[in-house]
Nanobody, 113 residues
Framework: QVQLVESGGDLVQSGGSLRLTCEGS????????MTWHRQAPGKAREWVATLAPGGATFYTDSVKGRFTVSRDDSKNTLYLEMNNLEPEDTAVYYC???????WGQGTQVTVSS
């Protein structure tokens, strides 16, 4: 079955850290462009980070220096390491196979002030 499953969302205090996981199945995530997005309550979904097959990474300005996207090819899993979290980071986080436009179901991150 071709799918993406996110996990790792939680309630954390401002300044805390979380690592989100996106487990892929049915295709190798190393062969495609993988992205992280988030959607805060009442707002449109926004792009957060990209990991290209060759390893290049890209981030939206608001998370640069705080978030890191990576993958473990042996586990076919994408990660989003989030540090120094802020209340503005509160959102449902989604991973995406950009090439096929396939989305995961999302995982909730809540940052309290």
């Amino acid at each position: 079955q071709v799918q993406l499953v996110e996990s790792g969302g939680d309630l954390v205090q401002s300044g805390g850290s979380l690592r989100l996981t996106c487990e892929g199945s049915g295709f190798p995530i190393s062969d495609v462009i993988m992205t992280w997005h988030r959607q805060a309550p009442g707002k449109a979904r926004e792009w957060v980070a990209t990991l290209a097959p060759g390893g290049a990474t890209f981030y939206t300005d608001s998370v640069k220096g705080r978030f890191t996207v990576s993958r473990d090819d042996s586990k076919n899993t994408l990660y989003l390491e989030m540090n120094n979290l802020e209340p503005e980071d509160t959102a449902v986080y989604y991973c995406q196979n950009f090439d096929s436009s396939m989305w995961g179901q999302g995982t909730q991150v809540t940052v309290s002030s």
